[in-house]
């Protein structure tokens, strides 16, 4: 049997420092492919046609055999920009914020042959429409977050940010004499993987809260409801740390913790009694820690890539596509996107490059949509036209 790795191309929108999901990914898939990282952000100086064609030059280069293309947000990469893509390679869509932009993934999706999300409720609604689909855990590096055999110090730990509904927990707890470590990304004690590692390690109980804003975010259909409740990657990480989580409820989580694993509250006051519960009886808080660490292990790195190497290459690339008919508000938002992107970046050439693709290379579905799009890119010429000596005068003071 050869040991020879294949070798994969992933390609995400742009480098983000606070939340580096993209570091997680690399890690995961370098433990069995040959893995190489691009953000198109760093190519956004080109026009779609340049770029596309770089990452195939790229594909045949280093054989490359599987491409995932980051979803959720607004790039580029949308159902056009991933047909001009070499069709001789395994192509995916790779997701985590599915809940917010699902709408426009399950689109995009059916340029690929697969979606990998981060989120197992989402998984199942892709299978739904037809797609083969899989649950990735992101933050699930072993080497990262696990034992140190730290002495138990602080009865409960919150890492992160104050937002939504958290302060009125935590508030709640206080106040009820339960001793809470509150730590964010920015403060020395864990501004480090390491650092907060430790503190986990150190602690008898993390805290989750699963609520997100929906109302912040651009392009969200869910925009309409104040929140909804998404599975975070601290329910599985502090179990990798030998540290219970306790967890407010979301029904994503319950399809990977089947036998209550996790313990779950819904408001203020259940969250008050499990924390109590634990530890107020030390075997009780052993036991349930225990439990939670053993599933938490299936989901660690090294084991759960086994999982993602067998689907990828199980994978039907002749089964039938789900058939999409394309929505005019697709077409209409990437189509603006493109164009956009390349006015701000004040190249010349570039702008017009892409101005020439969009409205005369890209084959729209919706026919409609093109006087809308011809009158678009006229104004934005103009405008462009007008702006570009002065914006040129200001790039080179600076």
């Not at 995932?68 to 159902?79: E, K, R």
Request: aromatic share 16%; net charge positive; charged share 25%.
């Amino acid at each position: 049997m050869s040991n020879i790795k294949e070798s994969i191309l992933i390609l995400f929108s742009e480098r983000k420092q606070e939340t580096p999901n993209t570091f997680f990914f690399e890690k995961k898939f370098s433990l069995i492919y040959n893995t190489k990282i691009l953000y198109i952000s760093d190519y956004l100086r080109d026009n779609n046609f340049t770029i596309s064609k770089k990452i195939n030059n790229i594909l045949k280069e280093e054989k490359i055999s599987i491409v995932l293309f980051q979803g959720d947000g607004l790039s580029i990469m949308d159902i056009n920009f991933i047909n001009s893509i070499n069709n001789n390679v395994k192509k995916g869509m790779l997701v985590w914020d599915d809940m917010m932009y699902h709408d426009r993934n399950r689109i995009t999706a059916s340029a690929c042959d697969f979606v990998l999300s981060g989120c197992p409720l989402s998984v199942f609604k892709f299978q739904e429409l037809g797609y083969q689909a899989l649950w990735i855990p992101v933050e699930s590096n072993g080497d990262i977050f696990k034992e140190l055999n730290e002495k138990k110090i602080y009865d409960v730990l919150f890492f992160g940010r104050q937002k939504n509904n958290r302060q009125k927990y935590i508030k709640f707890l206080k106040e009820n004499n339960i001793k809470i470590l509150e730590c964010g990304p920015h403060d020395d004690i864990s501004n480090t993987f390491e650092k907060l590692n430790k503190l986990i390690n150190q602690s008898k109980i993390v805290l989750n809260f699963t609520e997100q804003d929906n109302t912040k975010y651009n392009y969200n259909p869910l925009s309409n409801f104040k929140y909804h409740y998404c599975i975070k990657g601290r329910v599985y990480f502090t179990g990798l740390s030998g540290t219970l989580c306790i967890s407010e409820h979301n029904p994503a989580a319950e399809l990977i913790f089947k036998n209550n694993e996790l313990p779950y509250f819904n408001n203020e006051k259940e969250c008050l009694d499990l924390i109590n519960k634990y530890i107020s009886d030390n075997s009780n808080l052993d036991y349930a820690t225990d439990k939670y660490k053993k599933k938490c292990l299936e989901f660690e790195d090294k084991n759960y890539m086994k999982i993602v190497k067998v689907f990828l290459q199980n994978l039907s690339l002749n089964r039938d596509k789900p058939y999409i008919n394309i929505p005019y508000w697709y077409e209409y938002t990437f189509f603006k996107k493109n164009i956009l992107t390349r006015f701000k970046q004040n190249k010349f050439f570039t702008f017009f490059s892409q101005v020439f693709i969009s409205l005369f290379t890209n084959k729209y579905k919706n026919k409609t949509l093109l006087p809308v799009i011809f009158i678009l890119t006229l104004l934005s010429s103009i405008i462009f036209l007008f702006k570009f000596p002065f914006s040129r005068k200001k790039y080179e003071k600076n």
